[in-house]
């Protein structure tokens, strides 16, 4: 089980930054693939960037190079930094975890079984 909530949401202007945490707690933060997902209302949830338990990395094309996904504090905490915002990253943000699997970490959500609550980034143009 793990227990996730993030934090670090809100306005920013078209161009600028700004950094989410995910509070991360229970027996598999340690070995747990983590992500983070973004959700518009009325569209699918979009993964963004994702980290494996050896703290491999991938990107979603629409973020690469701008967003950078990382841990600290004994995985325990996971950071999703967000530079060049544009507003189309305007979005609520989620964090998630699963326990390792075998083969490639891939950003779809059915491959994640754990959830945060969300926080909502509003960037303006």
């Known amino acids: 089980q793990v227990q996730l909530v993030e934090s670090g949401g809100g306005s920013v202007e078209s161009g600028g930054s700004l950094t989410l945490s995910c509070a991360a707690s229970?027996?598999?933060?340690?070995?747990?693939?983590m992500a983070w997902f973004r959700q518009v209302p009325g569209n699918e949830r979009e993964g963004l960037a994702a980290i494996d338990e050896v703290g491999r990395t991938t990107y979603a094309d629409v973020v690469k190079g701008r967003f950078t996904i990382s841990q600290a504090n004994g995985k325990k905490t996971l950071y999703l930094q967000m530079s060049l915002l544009k507003p189309e990253d305007t979005a609520t943000y989620y964090c998630?975890?699963?326990?390792?699997?075998?083969?490639?970490?891939?950003?779809?959500?059915?491959?994640?079984?754990?959830w945060g609550q969300g926080t909502p980034v509003t960037v303006s143009s």
């Open positions: 229970g027996d598999l933060v340690t070995r747990a693939w």
């Open positions: 998630a975890a699963s326990p390792p699997r075998l083969g490639r970490l891939l950003l779809w959500a059915n491959q994640f079984e754990y």
